[in-house]
């Protein structure tokens, strides 16, 4: 079973940055598709980003494309979503979630899931 952490989250201004961090263990990270969603109070679990197991082919949400960035490093086990330009309605817990290459890695299914982390922007 491929375990993800997350990590980064935190209270942040509006106009600014964040980084989040994915880890992986107790499996090959780069055999999988990681995928970035969110969830906001009240609202329903938002996709917002998504990097092949290479890291060659990214997608983004329309509400983050420009402003959120994508990106791993398989040799630390690690994907990062690099967050920037943050608004009041980034607010929400971001998980990211790994879904094998080999079963169409971003347009598959999420088996594997982290906890959360908390991302709050307010001024």
């Known amino acids: 079973q491929l375990h993800l952490v997350e990590s980064g989250g935190g209270l942040v201004q509006p106009g600014g940055s964040l980084r989040l961090s994915c880890t992986g263990s107790g499996y090959i990270v780069d055999h999988y598709a990681i995928g970035w969603f969110r969830q906001a109070p009240g609202k329903e679990r938002e996709r917002i980003s998504c990097?092949?197991?290479?890291?060659?082919?990214?997608d983004y949400a329309a509400s983050v494309k420009g402003r959120f960035t994508v990106s791993r490093d398989n040799d630390r086990n690690t994907g990062y979503l690099q967050m920037n330009n943050l608004k009041p309605e980034d607010t929400a817990v971001y998980y990211c979630?790994?879904?094998?290459?080999?079963?169409?890695?971003?347009?598959?299914?999420?088996?594997?899931w982290g906890q959360g982390t908390q991302v709050t922007v307010s001024s």
């Open positions: 990097i092949s197991s290479g890291g060659g082919d990214t």
């Open positions: 979630a790994a879904s094998p290459e080999r079963l169409k890695g971003c347009g598959g299914s999420f088996g594997s």
